[in-house]
């Protein structure tokens, strides 16, 4: 009889995995059913509670660059508000898109403009898309230590960045090779470096190196003789040297007045307007009790501190 | 039916007995439930052709890419204006690395599966093999840190470039396959009929005579399985491979400067890409170049499998 029940209970088992199997394969998204079902669920808490009591879950998906603050914050929201669960995931800001706008996850994290990654039909998509802002991330261009130029200049980086400019001594460094260390074509780091610092989209040079991760990039500057490449400044100490954009120091006031342009926004972006339980949560992102404890421990720079504001297409405003 | 009812009158012990309910239902219980797994199992496998090829074939269908340009073509700016899709560069990188690697680790893997079977038998399986089977449990993210921070450096210290490129992406492969050849080859050398090796000593031959006489002919389509097995493992290695090879999207021009390989290539852009979108169709288009290898792989390892057989 023992048997007989291990056998039967075995069987229910992959009748449940093939069941399971059959369902991600229909559906063309991996997670479909489950998040959809989701969506459901914190709207119909949000509209419940009224807005005494929130209720709900969450799921933020995206970027990779604004993971950690999104999880951290997270965090300390569920403890003030139990029904509500949140769940942070990465996969990168294109994922984080897509997702908001298929409706499998309620947030959708991303370091650009929606309407930056949804061009040509896929245009109408970012319309429906509400941008939350909560947070600014700048990005200096860093070099190997052995190199002894201080600052460049817009045009020297063009130079440097589309393969002109091969030797340091053409820009008045030591007699010694660049070696590029860039970030892969699609990441919005680079799209913000490009768009920001050289004004200018650039190709994939033969013999540069590309790597996806920040620390990657730090090492592989620190180490390669003649490297440059560019860095968040929550990843600036002294291994690298960081450099100066038109003689305009990278740091936090020179972002905050607006002087230093190689910044970006952090977007939290969802699909039409959030519920009551998201409404709470993204509010919260940009409270002051956030914005000047854990954005700025994380390395980020307050988006309510910033004293000018840009748009999609790059105008800058005074506040 | 006659029979039964004698052998039960008797009052003997009942030797033979009547198949019972139990067992014919458990007979049936087993081959349904055998029969679902092989269903699972296929039906998981076209999915995942079918998803993989649905996603890849729309690059040439959707987004007019000629499947000729992909496969030819030397220049990959999928973001570029206008978007251009060659993808040789890393079919290029992916043949390359894991051809040298199987060229490194495949004399290795082989010797230390002779030194294992038939130099020093007993503590060779017993100590050794465990050994390097333990590198095959190492996770790549492991394998891509070590490269990144010990073979590197030591290739740019020694070489003229970068130190990144091919040749450190072959090396942290070789290691990564080697317990796969090792493995492969030592069930095969163990396996061999102890005559063949007890005839050749009776004739007078050496030891070593009869090792690359008589033991490497006869288990030479073994060893090759084993080879183009870790190759193929090799071939479908993303996360090691793209730490260390730098990933640039061009054929290099020496062995230390920055390349890519069609995983390398797939994982970097893959979560920031937009589903749907002509760049996103390219991976795709990638990822069943890699499926298409994989069979020719498995085929390979199939006809050597026959040919070992006979």
């Known amino acids: ?319 | 039916m006659d029979q039964w009812a004698v052998k039960q009158d008797g009052n003997k012990p009942n030797l033979i007995r009547k198949p019972s309910k139990q067992h014919i239902r458990e007979e049936w219980v087993g081959r349904v439930y055998t029969a679902l797994c092989i269903l699972f199992l296929i039906v998981t496998i076209i999915a995942i052709v079918y998803f993989v090829a649905s996603r890849g074939l729309s690059t040439f269908i959707k987004n007019g890419v000629s499947i000729g340009d992909l496969l030819t073509g030397l220049k990959w700016a999928p973001e570029g204006e206008p978007a251009l899709f060659g993808a040789l560069p890393f079919i290029f990188g992916s043949f390359s690395t894991s051809l040298l690697a199987a060229l490194i680790a495949a004399p290795l893997g082989c010797c230390a599966a002779i030194f294992m079977t038939q130099i020093m038998p007993g503590a060779g399986r017993r100590y050794m093999q465990p050994v390097i089977e333990l590198l095959a449990g190492i996770p790549s993210v492991v394998y891509g840190f070590v490269g990144l921070s010990v073979i590197v450096p030591m290739l740019r210290n020694i070489f003229p470039g970068q130190g990144i490129g091919l040749a450190a992406g072959a090396l942290v492969l070789s290691v990564m396959i080697l317990p796969t050849i090792t493995t492969i080859a030592t069930d095969a050398l163990a396996a061999l009929p102890s005559g063949l090796k007890e005839g050749s000593f009776a004739l007078g031959a050496t030891r070593w005579q009869t090792i690359y006489r008589i033991v490497l002919p006869t288990t030479l389509p073994a060893l090759l399985t084993g080879v183009v097995l870790g190759m193929s493992r090799a071939f479908g290695e993303a996360l090691a491979v793209q730490m260390v090879i730098g990933n640039a999207p061009h054929i290099p021009r020496s062995l230390f400067e920055s390349t890519s390989t069609l995983t390398s290539v797939i994982t970097l852009s893959m979560g920031n890409t937009i589903t749907g979108s002509a760049h996103n169709n390219a991976l795709w288009s990638l990822a069943l170049i890699l499926l298409a290898m994989t069979f020719i792989f498995v085929f390979i390892v199939r006809f050597l499998e026959r040919r070992n057989k006979r």
């Open chain 1, 1 to 319: 009889m023992k048997k007989m029940l291990l056998v039967a209970v075995a069987l229910m088992l992959t009748i449940g995995l093939a069941a399971c199997g059959s369902s991600k394969e229909n559906g063309t998204n991996n997670t479909g059913t489950n998040e959809g079902a989701q969506t459901n669920n914190s709207q119909g808490g949000g509209g419940n509670s009224g807005g005494k009591e929130l209720s709900g879950s969450i799921l933020a998906v995206g970027s990779t660059a604004l993971q950690p603050l999104v999880d951290q914050v997270s965090k300390k929201f569920m403890e003030e508000n139990a029904k509500v669960n949140i769940l942070v995931q990465g996969g990168g800001s294109g994922t984080g898109l897509t997702q908001v706008s298929d409706g499998q996850a309620q947030i959708g994290n991303s370091d650009i403009f929606a309407e930056e990654k949804f061009t040509d039909d896929d245009a109408p998509k970012a319309k429906e898309l509400v941008d939350h802002q909560v947070a600014v991330v700048a990005m200096a261009t860093v070099v190997n230590k052995d190199i002894t130029v201080d600052s460049l200049t817009k045009d020297q980086l063009v130079q440097i960045f589309t393969g002109k400019v091969t030797n340091w001594k053409e820009v008045g460094g030591p007699d010694e090779k660049i070696t590029i260390v860039n970030r892969p074509a699609s990441s919005g780091t680079r799209k913000t470096f490009e768009k920001y610092a050289l004004g200018t989209k650039t190709e994939d040079l033969q013999g540069a190196i590309q790597e996806d991760s920040s620390g990657t990039v730090k090492k592989l500057v620190t180490e390669t003789p003649g490297a440059i490449g560019y860095l968040a400044f929550s990843y600036l100490d002294d291994s690298v040297k960081t450099m100066k954009y038109d003689g305009v120091e990278a740091k936090e006031e020179t972002v905050i007045d607006g002087s230093y342009p190689v910044w970006a926004y952090q977007h939290m972006y969802t699909k039409g307007e959030p519920d009551a339980a998201m409404k709470a949560f993204l509010d919260y992102m940009v409270s002051d009790s956030v914005q000047n404890a854990d954005v700025v421990e994380l390395g980020y720079i307050p988006v309510n501190k910033m004293q000018v504001t840009r748009d999609v297409e790059g105008n800058v405003t005074k506040k």
